[in-house]
């Protein structure tokens, strides 16, 4: 199935004062999780306010003592960043890798996945990365309608 087709139904908002919080995260060459909250309004999601996950797994090697990610739990939506490389535009790194819907479809309970590069994101519903997981998108593409 097309993804367009799985278009979301809800439209994601993110409050200036909490999106400016976000691309700071998002500015710099290391991954940050942050779970965000809000309301469910007529017009869709708005989120308002989040805070970021303490500990994020990491995969570097030799290092004794690293345990398992926290998860956000029930919040209204996941947010992490993907690091822009030299050369590569935000545009570039907005996608939701496997290893992405992996996590956020097992481990996390929101109905909103949020990847942000620098002041970019792009959003996904949990319908479009099961979806996608379905149909073994490596990488889930960003949906344009879905990105700001
Ligand atoms: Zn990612």
């Not at 989120?47 to 004794?64: F, H, M, N, R, W």
């Not at 535009?89 to 929101?110: G, M, P």
């Amino acid at each position: 199935m097309n993804l367009a087709a799985l278009l979301a139904i809800v439209v994601v908002s993110i409050a200036p004062s909490l999106q400016q919080q976000l691309a700071e995260a998002a500015s710099g060459t290391t991954e940050h999780v942050w779970c965000l909250t809000g309301m469910l309004a007529s017009s869709g999601y708005h989120l308002t306010s989040g805070y970021e996950l303490p500990s994020l797994p990491t995969t570097v090697a030799g290092q004794p003592g690293v345990v398992a990610s926290d998860t956000c739990g029930p919040v209204l939506a996941v947010w992490h960043n993907h690091p822009i490389a030299a050369g590569e535009s935000a545009r570039d790194v907005l996608y939701f890798t496997k290893t992405d819907q992996h996590t956020f479809i097992w481990y996390e309970l929101a109905p909103i996945a949020i990847v942000g590069a620098g002041d970019k994101w792009c959003y996904w519903t949990r319908d479009q990365v099961l979806q996608g997981w379905k149909d073994n998108l490596s990488p889930l593409p960003a949906v344009p309608e879905q990105c700001v």
